[in-house]
């Protein structure tokens, strides 16, 4: 069980939210889609993501929806907006489960439509094997692999936040670390706190 009030799990969305948006900022992107789950922790991570890179980049960004059902209707949207990269931010409170099967037919109709740019993977959605699972569909495997791919993931022990880019060999998922972030006492805190389940204490 977290160690964490809904409220805390809120601010550290935002927290992250804001490290997301810096790192999009920093690749030098200016329009970028950004698409989530359709519960509250998502909503707080992709709005923290896109008020940080509009803030940043003078860029331009739009939120999608994802939601079971709607998953083609996303994909023309997206494809229409034509964004630079697309973030996907799949997690939250939603059950991961149903989580993953939307993320997967999401992926589904953005292969089938042929939607452009690059992809970013939420880090929740990426351990519980969501990319994972999306690679066993030959259409979706053959569409990313001509894709950049990267995922952001927490280093709990160094307090830091990881931009990785995602190398396809195969079956087999590899990282490449392209840039690190680090994160404020106050965020490692409640990451440790929220995933691993332990608190940490700072000398």
Known sequence: MAKTTFEEEIYLRALTGRLVGKALADLGLNKVAVV??????????ATATEATFITLSG????????????????????????????????????????????????????AEKDVPGAFVVHVRIFAAGG????LE?????????????????????????????????????KLEKIAEYQVTLEHADLLNRSLKDRSITFA
């Open 36 to 45: 989530a789950s359709k519960n509250i922790i998502c909503s707080s991570i």
């Open 59 to 110: 860029g331009v960004t739009y939120h999608f929806l994802a939601e079971k059902g709607k998953e083609a209707d996303i994909a023309e949207r997206v494809k229409a907006f034509a964004p630079q990269v697309t973030v996907l931010q799949f997690g939250g409170e939603t059950p991961i489960e149903e989580t993953k099967e939307i993320f997967v037919e999401t992926l589904r109709q953005f």
């Open 131 to 134: 990319l994972a699972k999306a």
């Open 137 to 173: 569909d030959e259409k979706i495997k053959e569409y990313l692999s001509k894709k950049d791919l990267f995922v952001y993931t927490v280093g709990f022990n160094e307090g830091k936040v990881y931009v990785n880019r995602i190398l396809l060999d195969g079956s087999d998922i």
